[in-house]
């Protein structure tokens, strides 16, 4: 999404419009029954965003348009179409400030040619990051629609075009080009056109362009039978694609989950995240990687566009009640006597949510696998113990985790039984309280310091990230073995936070700890307080796995916050 709302005065050239013969068809026959919408393969979309990824990290670091990122994406887009049997055309912007192509993909068929509905996204990122959710969420959601459309290949009742745009970056200057090349019939055709840009945001909303509108409906229809209430794109007005369609009297609608703006606490105690904080925090920046996607949220959007496609153009979008299961982490360890922890995660793929039963097979002779709560709801989450007796079977297996509700869904998780029982314990965190100065840990230029501007709890140095007062991110990380079989996990460090933000409300700088992937606890400039806290944390979950422990302090523009570490341990026992 472009940062800012639209300027007057871009000029645009004709060009000649990409839709099928104006000549009149026969009578269409009775259209077969419905077919129901099918679920999109969020696994799918995601090997779209690596491509994308792939991509940027081969060309500068980016896809901004007319850079070779953007043309490798055009090619990358346009390869899976054609092998798919679209009728693909490359429209030159040649007004565009980068000229470049924008992709028209129409799928064949008998439809009535005045009868068109139209899908699309920008393709083009920032020059600052690879830009995965910032458009590589909507060109991925877009192109597995477009796939799936064409492996399921209904009786259409409508023409269905996909597009993604060029020049999105510089003010929406692809789509109007193409918007601008249409003649006022050929524009009458399109019945309505659908935007998704940003569809994956971290700390996302659910948001619809023109939520109350009738092209808006079959959208807003699939959210809400997610139970997920969506909102107006109140932040998105005039700064996507979906304008310059609607500047041509074409309606208009679209899926969106934030940018730049803050998520308020009503949203939320809503749908979950961070309140005061940004719905995207990588929004144009580096950090707008793969690992910068809302799984869920990519997922939700890739189905609703599938609803909505189903709803306009094939008949009714109706999804069938389905869900998904995973268990994070994949993998552990375990001796023998002893017990490891992993999580069940459930998610609503379509449909309305249902109870799921959870079930394992495929554990070897001694080991036992039970679940806390042995049902949840879809979207709910469950913990796995598995313990393994005196006189388990060694060896790794495979433990198959099963959800049935109205379907069967299963995922994987591989458990290594070791004949060596007992706890080995200690105190695993190397140079805890850093007095061997970087040793170890590795970090951001001057995070480890014995500055005696901020002191330590105990010795001469601690870890110091942030403070400057400017823009900047810090991180500090560490690759820790915690050993398995023992009965306690303790995660604990030392934490002084000070600030010289004067809100009791906004959190305007941030020090998120991680391990792996998954965030422990994040703190803001609202936590400030005179004095070193302890913070603790039960590590069962990671027994017998080798982990990184992360610290990643975020400063925005002014007025300093200090996040001060000291004496970090994790013991076992």
């Given at each position: 999404m472009r940062r800012t709302t639209l300027t007057a005065g871009l000029a645009l050239a004709a060009a000649v419009a990409l839709t099928a013969s104006t000549a009149t068809l026969p009578a269409a026959a009775a259209p077969a029954p419905a077919l129901a919408a099918p679920d999109i393969s969020v696994t799918n979309v995601q090997a779209h965003?690596?491509?994308?990824?792939?991509?940027?990290?081969?060309?500068?670091?980016?896809?901004r348009a007319g850079s070779a990122g953007y043309t490798a994406s055009v090619?990358?887009?346009?390869?899976?179409?054609?092998?798919?049997?679209?009728?693909?055309?490359?429209?030159?912007?040649?007004?565009?400030?980068?000229?470049?192509?924008?992709?028209?993909?129409?799928?064949?068929?008998?439809?009535?040619?005045?009868?068109?509905?139209?899908?699309?996204?920008?393709?083009?990122?920032?020059?600052?990051?690879?830009?995965?959710?910032?458009?590589?969420?909507?060109?991925?959601?877009?192109?597995?629609?477009?796939?799936?459309?064409?492996?399921?290949?209904?009786?259409?009742?409508?023409?269905?075009?996909?597009?993604?745009?060029?020049?999105?970056?510089?003010?929406?200057?692809?789509?109007?080009?193409?918007?601008?090349?249409?003649?006022?019939?050929?524009?009458?055709?399109?019945?309505?056109?659908?935007?998704?840009?940003?569809?994956?945001?971290?700390?996302?909303?659910?948001?619809?362009?023109?939520?109350?509108?009738?092209?808006?409906?079959?959208l807003k229809a699939y959210w809400d039978?997610?139970?997920?209430?969506?909102?107006?794109?109140?932040?998105?007005?005039?700064?996507?694609?979906?304008?310059?369609?609607?500047?041509?009297?074409?309606?208009?609608?679209?899926?969106?989950?934030?940018?730049?703006?803050?998520?308020?606490?009503?949203?939320?105690?809503?749908?979950?995240?961070?309140?005061?904080?940004?719905?995207?925090?990588?929004?144009?920046?580096?950090?707008?990687?793969?690992?910068?996607?809302?799984?869920?949220?990519?997922?939700?959007?890739?189905?609703?566009?599938?609803?909505?496609?189903?709803?306009?153009?094939?008949?009714?979008?109706?999804?069938?009640?389905?869900?998904?299961?995973?268990?994070?982490?994949?993998?552990?360890?375990?001796a023998r006597g002893a017990s490891t922890t992993a999580t069940v995660s459930t998610a609503t793929t379509s449909g309305s949510a249902q109870t799921v039963a959870l079930s394992a097979s495929g554990a070897p002779s001694g080991v036992t696998v039970s679940f806390s709560p042995s049902s949840v709801t879809s979207g709910g989450s469950s913990t796995m113990t598995v313990a393994a007796s005196s006189t388990a079977a060694t060896g790794t297996y495979t433990i198959t985790v099963t959800g049935t509700g109205s379907a069967t869904r299963t995922a994987t998780y591989s458990i290594t039984v070791t004949g060596t029982g007992g706890c080995a314990g200690g105190q695993v965190v190397g140079n805890s309280s850093f007095e061997s100065g970087a040793t170890v840990w590795t970090a951001s230029s001057g995070v480890i310091t014995n500055s005696t501007s901020q002191a330590a709890r105990t010795g001469s140095y601690k870890a110091w990230l942030n403070g400057s007062g400017t823009s900047n991110t810090q991180t500090l990380s560490q690759s820790l073995t915690v050993p398995a079989g023992c009965a306690t996990y303790t995660l604990s460090f030392w934490l002084h936070i000070d600030s010289a933000e004067t809100t009791t409300s906004t959190a305007y700088d941030k020090l998120t700890v991680q391990v792996g992937s998954t965030t422990l606890a994040t703190y803001s400039n609202l936590n400030k307080a005179t004095g070193y806290v302890q913070r603790t944390f039960n590590a069962a979950a990671y027994a017998g796995q080798t982990i990184t422990l992360k610290f990643t302090g975020v400063e925005d523009f002014s007025l300093q916050t200090s996040f001060v570490v000291d004496d970090v341990t994790l013991t076992a026992s």
């Open positions: 965003l690596t491509q994308f990824q792939s991509i940027a990290s081969s060309n500068g670091g980016h896809r090619s990358y887009v346009k390869s899976k179409l054609q092998a798919a049997g679209y009728t693909v055309s490359e429209q030159n912007c040649t007004s565009c400030t980068y000229p470049g192509n924008n992709v028209i993909a129409e799928w064949p068929g008998t439809a009535p040619a005045d009868q068109v509905v139209m899908f699309g996204s920008h393709l083009d990122g920032v020059s600052a990051g690879p830009g995965m959710n910032d458009n590589g969420s909507g060109s991925s959601v877009l192109l597995e629609n477009a796939l799936v459309l064409a492996q399921q290949n209904p009786t259409m009742t409508k023409r269905v075009r996909f597009a993604w745009w060029n020049g999105e970056e510089q003010g929406l200057q692809g789509s109007k080009f193409y918007v601008n090349s249409l003649s006022a019939t050929q524009k009458g055709y399109i019945k309505g056109y659908y935007n998704f840009d940003m569809v994956a945001s971290t700390n996302g909303g659910y948001f619809i362009n023109r939520v109350t509108s009738t092209t808006a409906a079959p039978s997610l139970g997920l209430a969506p909102e107006e794109n109140v932040e998105g007005q005039g700064r996507s694609d979906d304008y310059s369609f609607q500047q041509g009297g074409i309606p208009t609608s679209g899926y969106a989950m934030g940018a730049s703006a803050r998520k308020t606490s009503a949203q939320a105690s809503k749908w979950g995240g961070t309140a005061n904080a940004s719905y995207d925090p990588c929004y144009h920046s580096s950090c707008d990687t793969t690992s910068n996607i809302n799984a869920t949220g990519l997922n939700r959007s890739a189905d609703g566009i599938a609803y909505a496609i189903w709803d306009q153009a094939v008949g009714t979008g109706t999804p069938t009640n389905d869900f998904s299961v995973a268990v994070s982490p994949t993998s552990g360890s375990v």
